[in-house]
């Protein structure tokens, strides 16, 4: 087929979103289920008018200038773009098209999904059935802390924070604490928030949720430090970025006990090595970035990221459903 090139950066992308580019373009597509290594995707970018890429997928000023001044658009089907140099992105006037808000409802759902996986010891619980340990019903083994009269509080409260909030009032949580640049009007009114700083929500919550996005600033914002002022039975999870996490400072917090436990959608690196010290840990929980895995939720995005390029190439980049703002 002749016509625009587009170039899509996995192979598994869900046909909701691929047929439709398949209908209309020339489409490159990398072939094998491991990331495309850099070296490839430097070489098959060249020559094409739009990228469908995934957060994996580092696109800098190196990628840019491989691909020719003849691309217009890169659409990640993701929310977060930290993995997009968008600088580089602005100075060559190329549009940006992400998913948010489409994923919310599945990363809220995976984070509530893992309060309760931490705080009630699930996991171990399975893992002690077959192993044996259960002999007998018993007043005191397996405890954890429940949600009920708790305070949470949530580190970055944007569409994903404010949708943990909501499903949390269901528990019975007492109050819920959050840190952002703005007061939430709808998390006072709505959720019985509190806008509180970073060292604050720290030290009066009983369980600590990050749904911040990774930002200069943000990187490494919960260090040796942050899990100092943090009660000793906190349980921490974290459903934005690995990089949000001093990993080792985490490491240690939870090995002396200077907080309780932690779940863990996202780490550094990914995939997490088979060795490392987080997946010796009883009170951790980790996962494997799952957050919008629900078919559904990647349907959707597939298609979304789809649209954002057909929308450019199609000459109306004000009809894509979600452009990232570069001025």
């Known amino acids: 087929m002749s016509g625009p090139k587009v170039l899509v950066t996995r192979p598994d992308i869900p046909v909701a979103g691929l047929h439709l580019l398949r209908e209309r373009y020339q489409i490159t597509l990398w072939d094998k289920q491991e990331p495309i290594p850099r070296s490839e995707l430097l070489s098959r970018i060249r020559g094409a008018d739009a990228l469908f890429c995934v957060l994996t997928d580092k696109i800098d000023d190196e990628i840019l200038e491989a691909a020719g001044p003849q691309l217009k658009v890169v659409a990640s089907m993701s929310v977060g773009v930290d993995h997009l140099d968008l600088n580089a992105l602005r100075k060559r006037g190329v549009k940006v098209g992400y998913t948010p808000e489409v994923l919310t409802e599945a990363t809220a759902e995976l984070i509530v999904g893992l309060l309760l996986t931490t705080s009630r010891n699930l996991l171990q619980a399975n893992r002690a059935i077959y192993k044996g340990e259960w002999k007998s019903w018993s007043p005191v083994w397996m405890c954890g802390t429940g949600l009920s009269e708790k305070t949470v509080g949530i580190v970055g409260l944007g569409r994903i924070g404010v949708r943990v909030a909501e499903i949390l009032k269901s528990f019975n949580v007492a109050k819920i604490l959050y840190t952002s640049r703005t007061v939430k009007s709808e998390a006072s009114e709505l959720l019985n928030g509190e806008r509180v700083e970073f060292h604050e929500l720290l030290e009066n919550s009983d369980f600590v949720v990050a749904t911040v996005a990774l930002t200069p600033e943000t990187r490494h914002m919960f260090n040796a430090r942050a899990f100092e002022r943090m009660k000793r039975t906190a349980i921490f999870v974290n459903g934005s970025r690995g990089d949000v996490v001093d990993q080792d400072a985490l490491i240690s917090a939870l090995k002396n006990g200077t907080i309780a436990a932690a779940g863990l959608d996202v780490m550094t690196p990914e995939p ?42 199609d000459g109306t980049p004000e009809k894509m459903p979600a452009q990232i703002n570069l001025t």
């Open 272 to 313: 997490i090595p088979l060795d490392s010290q987080l997946l010796q840990l009883d009170n951790c929980v980790v996962l494997p970035h799952i957050g919008s895995a629900t078919k559904e939720t990647r349907d959707e995005m597939a298609r979304i990221t789809a649209r954002n390029i057909m929308a450019v190439l």
